[in-house]
């Protein structure tokens, strides 16, 4: 099994940052990416940011310049810091984990940003 925690969402004003945690946790071996994405109320869940196991990172056109996904090094916790957030970035934030071409999902945290 494999266990997926996030943590590090809350409120704050635009212009703030925030900075977000998962881990994997259990039959963790091979992970071949990390991740984040994001649902916004009656949206679609959608891609922000994922890193390889290569350290290749991807963003989201919309938080390009801003957000950063970095791991620690033993590449079991991924962490998304956020500068310079906008109301647009409300949103429940997700951690997927890809293991042998399945992915893993965290609970999700909430992120509001206040204008």
């Known amino acids: 099994q494999v266990q997926v925690v996030e943590s590090g969402g809350g409120l704050v004003q635009a212009g703030g940052s925030l900075r977000l945690s998962c881990a994997a946790s259990g039959s963790i071996f091979n992970i071949n990416a990390m991740g984040w994405y994001r649902q916004a109320p009656g949206k679609q869940r959608e891609l922000v940011a994922t890193?390889?196991?290569?350290?290749?990172?991807n963003y989201a056109d919309s938080v390009k310049g801003r957000f950063t996904i970095s791991r620690d090094n033993a590449k079991t916790t991924v962490y998304l810091q956020m500068t310079s957030l906008k109301p647009e970035d409300t949103a429940v934030y997700y951690c997927?984990?890809?293991?042998?071409?399945?992915?893993?999902w965290g609970q999700g945290t909430q992120v509001t940003v206040s204008s």
């Open positions: 997927a984990v890809s293991i042998s071409n399945r992915d893993y």
């Open positions: 890193i390889t196991r290569g350290s290749s990172t």
